[in-house]
């Protein structure tokens, strides 16, 4: 077992998270494959551009300069993210996760976090060019880390991070709403009656619908959708909890 190995094992086992299920480790050694391709990019374009301005070439030294300059742009932006995301690993387990960055190992217990998703997908002519993933949980200390696209396939993890807390935490929420507690979401809320925000409710009996729609949680009531808070669900915490006990009560009424 190597040291880094080694460093998340023991928090792992001391947390009690369970049997090790997936790792995701850093995508440092990609984005330093990728430099090394547009390092290349960069030299020849820079040489072509000396050969330029030795033979008297203005025209093409001009044609030759923005491709020069994004490459130097992305030389580093990329050198940058390798050196950040150098050595990170992500550890997922049956009772939580390990995040180790840059030498910090920080361990996470479904049952006892909080989970705000914050993905945002980038857009060209209507084409998706990338996607962001940001989802900022709570540590066993009590801490708040935010994981992001520097493990590789955040698309397979981040889900997986949001169903297990999901399994984790439904039980206990679903047994305190049906006690006559009231949970609170941010600025949503909800009991075994009603959905609400501030001094804002619905009675689950006439919901007929919970849905995201543009960042906002939204309740459809006799046809039409009507924005429970403003705040956009990127700031809402256990927001895929909050749906699972909505889509229970409004099936129930």
Same mark, same amino acid.
């Given at each position: 077992? #190597?040291?880094?190995?080694?460093?998340?094992?023991? $928090?792992?086992?001391?947390?009690?998270? &369970?049997?090790?299920?997936?790792?995701? $480790?850093?995508?440092?050694?990609?984005?330093?494959?990728?430099?090394?391709? !547009?390092?290349? !990019?960069?030299?020849?374009?820079?040489?072509?551009? !000396?050969?330029?301005?030795?033979? &008297?070439?203005?025209?093409?030294?001009?044609?030759?300069?923005?491709?020069?300059?994004?490459?130097?742009?992305?030389?580093?932006?990329?050198?940058?993210?390798? =050196?950040?995301?150098?050595?990170?690993?992500? =550890?997922?387990?049956?009772? &939580?996760?390990?995040?180790?960055?840059?030498?910090?190992?920080?361990?996470?217990?479904?049952? =006892?976090?909080?989970?705000?998703?914050?993905?945002?997908?980038?857009?060209?002519?209507?084409?998706?060019?990338?996607?962001?993933?940001?989802?900022?949980?709570?540590?066993?200390?009590?801490?708040?880390?935010?994981?992001?696209?520097?493990?590789? =396939?955040?698309?397979?993890? &981040?889900?997986?991070?949001?169903?297990?807390?999901?399994?984790?935490?439904?039980?206990?929420?679903?047994?305190?709403? #049906?006690?006559?507690?009231?949970?609170?979401?941010?600025?949503?809320?909800?009991?075994?009656?009603?959905?609400?925000?501030?001094?804002?409710?619905?009675?689950?009996?006439?919901?007929?619908?919970?849905?995201?729609?543009?960042?906002?949680?939204?309740?459809?009531?006799?046809?039409?959708?009507?924005?429970?808070?403003?705040?956009?669900?990127?700031?809402? $915490?256990?927001?895929?909890?909050?749906?699972?006990?909505? #889509?229970?009560?409004?099936?129930?009424?």
């Amino acid at each position: 077992m #190597d040291a880094l190995a080694r460093d998340i094992h023991e $928090p792992a086992v001391r947390e009690g998270l &369970g049997g090790h299920q997936a790792v995701y $480790p850093s995508i440092a050694p990609a984005q330093r494959r990728h430099l090394g391709r !547009v390092k290349v !990019v960069t030299v020849v374009l820079a040489a072509l551009a !000396v050969i330029c301005v030795a033979t &008297g070439c203005p025209g093409l030294l001009f044609l030759l300069g923005a491709p020069l300059v994004v490459c130097l742009i992305a030389l580093a932006r990329y050198g940058r993210a390798a =050196d950040r995301n150098e050595g990170s690993r992500l =550890d997922l387990y049956e009772r &939580g996760f390990t995040s180790a960055h840059r030498g910090h190992v920080r361990a996470v217990r479904y049952a =006892d976090t909080d989970v705000l998703q914050d993905n945002i997908r980038h857009t060209y002519h209507g084409m998706t060019t990338k996607i962001s993933y940001a989802y900022t949980v709570t540590d066993t200390t009590g801490e708040r880390v935010t994981l992001r696209g520097g493990f590789a =396939d955040p698309q397979e993890w &981040g889900p997986a991070i949001q169903r297990a807390v999901t399994v984790a935490r439904f039980p206990q929420a679903l047994a305190r709403l #049906d006690a006559g507690q009231r949970l609170d979401f941010g600025p949503l809320w909800m009991t075994a009656a009603e959905i609400g925000s501030g001094g804002k409710s619905v009675p689950w009996q006439q919901v007929e619908e919970i849905a995201v729609q543009d960042g906002y949680v939204k309740v459809r009531v006799a046809g039409r959708w009507n924005s429970l808070t403003m705040t956009p669900v990127r700031r809402i $915490p256990n927001l895929f909890v909050f749906r699972a006990l909505a #889509d229970r009560y409004c099936q129930q009424a």
